[in-house]
């Protein structure tokens, strides 16, 4: 049975920091195209950053850029995003995803087309900012 599982959510000040962590129990995910998205109360889905299955495409969302960092360490079979200089807009629900067949050309459509189908999805994490 295939997992993927957020963890390091909470509350944080505004210009504070998180790291986010989803671990992946079922598949090797090595193998996969990694994205984080995020849904706040009330708002569509977004798209904050999708990695190749390389990491040699990694494309990140307007509002994360320069705050927002994706990495994995395929040792641990775990996935990344390390979250600099919070505001009260990235409040939301933090999901991972995991795609087989997102190839180097579709990672930016993986985190930007909203109809975009992936094959495996976390619970979530919750990441509140505020003071």
């Known amino acids: 049975q295939v997992q993927l599982v957020e963890s390091g959510g909470g509350l944080v000040q505004p210009g504070g920091s998180l790291r986010l962590s989803c671990e992946a129990s079922?598949?090797?995910?090595?193998?996969?195209?990694i994205g984080w998205f995020r849904q706040a109360p009330g708002k569509e889905r977004e798209g904050v950053s999708c990695?190749?299955?390389?990491?040699?495409?990694?494309y990140y969302a307007d509002s994360v850029k320069g705050r927002f960092t994706i990495s994995r360490d395929n040792a641990r079979n775990t996935v990344y995003l390390q979250m600099n200089s919070l505001q009260p807009e990235d409040t939301a629900v933090y999901y991972c995803?995991?795609?087989?067949?997102?190839?180097?050309?579709?990672?930016?459509?993986?985190?930007?087309?909203?109809?975009?189908?992936?094959?495996?999805w976390g619970k979530g994490t919750l990441v509140n900012v505020s003071s």
């Open positions: 995803a995991a795609d087989r067949w997102t190839d180097m050309t579709k990672v930016q459509r993986m985190c930007i087309e909203k109809s975009y189908g992936v094959d495996y």
């Open positions: 079922g598949i090797n995910l090595e193998y996969f195209a």
């Open positions: 990695t190749s299955s390389s990491d040699s495409i990694i």
